[in-house]
């Protein structure tokens, strides 16, 4: 089991900067991958980026060059970075854990997303 609890967000203009934070519950190390998602009003919820246990990171077309996904690991705590922050990053974002127990089948966490609002 892993409990993701967020934090960060809220209203930023366009233009700026906003960082959100994850938390897990157990070491990320452990964690096969962690991620952001997000889900604008009336859209389906979609990728954002991503973050293997090894480093490994991927991201949206929309969000390179302008999202940076990072990790602590000594804090379990998985990041996101949002400069030049467009109106149409507007949406929640949820934090996302594939963990895998020894000997058992993945499983997938979320948190409870945070709203970032980016007023024009």
């Known amino acids: 089991q892993v409990q993701l609890v967020e934090s960060g967000g809220g209203l930023v203009q366009a233009g700026g900067s906003s960082r959100l934070s994850c938390a897990a519950s157990r070491s990320i190390l452990s964690i096969d991958v962690m991620a952001w998602y997000r889900q604008a009003p009336g859209k389906q919820r979609e990728l954002v980026t991503s973050i293997t246990k090894v480093g490994s990171t991927n991201y949206a077309d929309s969000v390179k060059g302008r999202f940076t996904i990072s990790r602590d690991d000594a804090k379990n705590t998985v990041y996101l970075q949002m400069n030049s922050l467009k109106p149409e990053d507007t949406a929640v974002y949820y934090c996302?854990?594939?963990?895998?127990?020894?000997?058992?089948?993945?499983?997938?966490?979320w948190g409870q997303g945070t709203q970032v609002p980016v007023s024009s």
């Open positions: 996302y854990a594939r963990y895998r127990p020894l000997g058992a089948t993945p499983g997938d966490y």
